[in-house]
């Protein structure tokens, strides 16, 4: 739980990897589609993190997943997914939950699905580093901008090792302009504050995706500036 967590986790040390995982296509409108793309890339996932920890010897077990139309409740973290969020990562139960909206439901959603799943991973990733455990010792009776900064270092590394795990499995996802793409608009002021601005997260999921290796994802040694 210590700051070695952070910075030097084992992590780091995992090579390039690459997965071969054939993911259905997504009808429009129809839920069942969605749903088994959802599946087949989460599984595709595990594929490439599994590697990646017996890589470096680390203990790993994947994450459970619940896709859904409407919140529900996990038996620990309440109400999922976090309100205003379409996906959250629960680490009490080691599951997140993927809250698809109607109007992603075809092949046009297909890029959205694969990097919400990827950074919600992401954050599992960090709980089996004990990443997430230490970004909350710093977060603990921390100053309100102190645990802004944190929460954004923790949010721009899984966004960061979304595109390292998306760049092992591109061979069936979309190209990565569409994956850009996603990285346009406005968000709030909050989400600005606790999980970066899109330019920002952009930047972090693009380090992942050209590195292909969790150590270009270290967000906690850099200064703030890299993480605003």
């Known amino acids: 739980m210590g700051e070695s ?45 599994t590697r990646e ?13 619940r896709y859904i139309r409407h919140r529900t409740r996990d038996p620990q973290c309440g109400m999922m997914p976090a309100k205003g969020a379409a996906g959250t990562y629960c680490p009490l139960t080691s599951t997140y939950y993927i809250l698809v909206p109607g109007d992603t439901i075809g092949p046009w959603g297909a890029a959205w699905a694969a990097q919400l799943i990827a950074h919600e991973y992401g954050h599992h990733v960090q709980y089996m580093t004990n990443i997430l455990d230490y970004a909350d010792f710093r977060s603990e009776g921390a100053a309100k901008r102190a645990i ?17 795990a998306l760049r092992a499995a591109r061979g069936e996802l979309p190209p990565l302009t569409q994956f850009q793409d996603l990285y346009t608009g ?8 606790d999980h970066g601005r899109l330019s920002t997260q952009r930047h972090w999921f693009e380090q992942g995706w050209r590195s292909g290796r969790p150590a270009a994802c270290d967000t906690w040694s850099g200064p703030e500036r890299e993480v605003n």
């Open 5 to 49: 967590a952070a910075l030097e986790s084992p992590i780091y040390a995992a090579p390039r990897t690459s997965a071969r995982c054939e993911l259905p296509a997504i009808k429009p409108d129809h839920w069942g589609s969605m749903k088994r793309y959802l599946a087949s890339t989460s599984a595709c996932l595990d594929r490439v993190w």
């Open 53 to 65: 920890f017996a890589a470096v010897r680390v203990f790993y077990s994947p994450p459970r997943r």
């Open 148 to 164: 802004d900064l944190a929460s954004r270092r923790l949010e721009l590394q899984a966004e960061c090792l979304s595109g390292v």
């Open 186 to 193: 406005r968000l709030p002021a909050q989400w600005v504050r």
